[in-house]
């Protein structure tokens, strides 16, 4: 059974930092690209960062994120991480992890098969 998870959400202040956790279980992680995104209220999901699977080594950021999140995976631990620094208000929104098998990394929600029940973030004074 195929199944992601994702964990480390919660509420921070302007300027801090979280790091949000995908455990995966049912697959093997090498073979698969893992995406994060995101859903704030009243808007569609968006694709914040994407990682190619291990033999294509190959990350992809949205413009409102890059220089600020960082993207990475464990094989071992069957986990990809996503490192969130300088944390604005306009990142507050449910974030999900999600994966799919085969090359590249596409970062559009339609690419992807497998999916997290998502984690709170709320970034507020």
């Known amino acids: 059974q195929v199944q992601l998870v994702e964990s480390g959400g919660g509420l921070v202040q302007p300027g801090g930092s979280l790091r949000l956790s995908c455990v995966v279980s049912?697959?093997?992680?090498?073979?698969?690209?893992i995406g994060w995104f995101r859903q704030a209220p009243g808007k569609e999901r968006e694709g914040v960062s994407c990682?190619?699977?291990?033999?294509?080594?190959?990350?992809w950021y949205a413009h409102s994120v890059k220089g600020r999140f960082t993207i990475s995976r464990d094989n071992a631990k069957n986990a990809v991480f996503l490192q969130m620094n300088s944390l604005k208000p306009e990142d507050t929104a449910v974030y999900y992890c999600?994966?799919?098998?085969?090359?590249?990394?596409?970062?559009?929600?339609?690419?992807?098969?497998?999916w997290g029940q998502g984690t709170q973030v709320t970034v507020s004074s």
């Open positions: 049912g697959f093997a992680l090498d073979y698969y690209a």
């Open positions: 999600a994966g799919y098998y085969g090359p590249g990394h596409a970062c559009q929600p339609d690419d992807y098969d497998y």
């Open positions: 990682i190619s699977r291990s033999s294509d080594e190959g990350t």
